[in-house]
């Protein structure tokens, strides 16, 4: 299951998608999906060979999406 989910994460090129949120997702919403999403991932959590690239795939996402001027 733990490579399923990096996998997962890594395929996804949509950023919402890869955190599991619509678009019309309030901050608090995005917030939380993404602490669920990191804490699946973590390299120290998940001991999938892809973990770490996961990892970096959904921060680069939650950053993005925390801006409002870049998440136009």
């Known amino acids: 299951e733990e490579v399923k989910i990096a996998k997962e994460v890594l395929a996804s ?4 998608a890869m ?3 619509s678009k019309t997702c309030t901050d608090k919403e995005l917030k939380t999906a993404y602490k669920k999403k990191c804490l699946k991932v973590h390299p120290d959590k998940n001991n999938a060979p892809d973990a770490d ?8 996402a939650m950053t993005c ?3 409002p001027a870049k998440r136009r």
Not at 13 to 16: T, V
Not at 53 to 60: P, T
């Open 65 to 67: 999406l925390s801006d």
């Open 53 to 60: 690239e996961a990892f970096k795939k959904i921060n680069a």
């Open 19 to 21: 955190l599991g949120v």
């Open 13 to 16: 090129k949509d950023y919402y």
